[in-house]
């Protein structure tokens, strides 16, 4: 009998952002795959479980890796940092799944960093929000550009993921410069990293002060929309409950 191969988001690291239902998951499974970085948060939590491991750009190797295990009898986690349908493996899972009809497949929903950066900030999503990765490994730099340019333009509260890497470590001051073009270099902004991790830090900033800011792939970074505000150490977006507003 194939084995049930779940989908797991583990939330941002911290053990308490991770829910009882992507726990007991872990829990069912015999196998623990997923990226090194994201398995090794939790080999201590669960070290009994088998250990299937790929680099990143390996997507789909580590994916059929999984199939195959539960192919064989072995209930398998899937594991992604923070929810498994936002940037994670969902996506693919379900993509291959055509390919393994005998295994059935669990998405267990998780914490994702736009949230849980946003509560360590304060209260920056409390409107309208578009989520854009900075990352063109898998999405071409001019549709990226598009969809910021025109999330700025309709006044969205933006929420940036994998702002910067090695390779990559002008794109959020490239992203900035663009920003600016539409919106007053005051515009309120924060970032958080590591979130839920040893090592977390933040800061509400302005978008001029943020182009500057030397940022990493363990960084989220938040760009207010035209009513965002800096309340005391908080970033606030108003939703309008105070004025009555429609929102």
Known sequence: MAGILYVVG???????QMTPQADEAVRQSQVLAGYTVYVDLLRERYPDKEVLTTAMTQEEKRCR??????AGGRSTAMVCSGDAGVYGMAGLILELAPE?????????????AACAGAAVLGAPLMHD????????RL????TIWKRLELAAEGDFVICLYNPSSKARGDYL??????????CSGERICGIVRNIG?????????TLRELRDWKADMFTTV????SQTRRIGDYMVTPRGYRHGQRG
């Open 10 to 16: 583990i939330g941002p690291g911290e053990e308490a």
């Open 65 to 70: 890796l999984a199939f195959e295990c539960c």
């Open 100 to 112: 393994y009809p005998e295994v059935a497949v669990r998405v267990i929903p998780g914490v994702t």
């Open 129 to 136: 929000f578009a989520v854009i990765s900075l990352s063109d």
């Open 139 to 142: 999405t071409p730099m001019e």
């Open 173 to 182: 001051s490239m992203a900035c410069d663009r920003l600016l073009a539409r």
């Open 197 to 205: 991790r040893q090592g977390q830090e933040y800061r509400v900033m």
């Open 222 to 225: 938040f760009v207010g929309n």
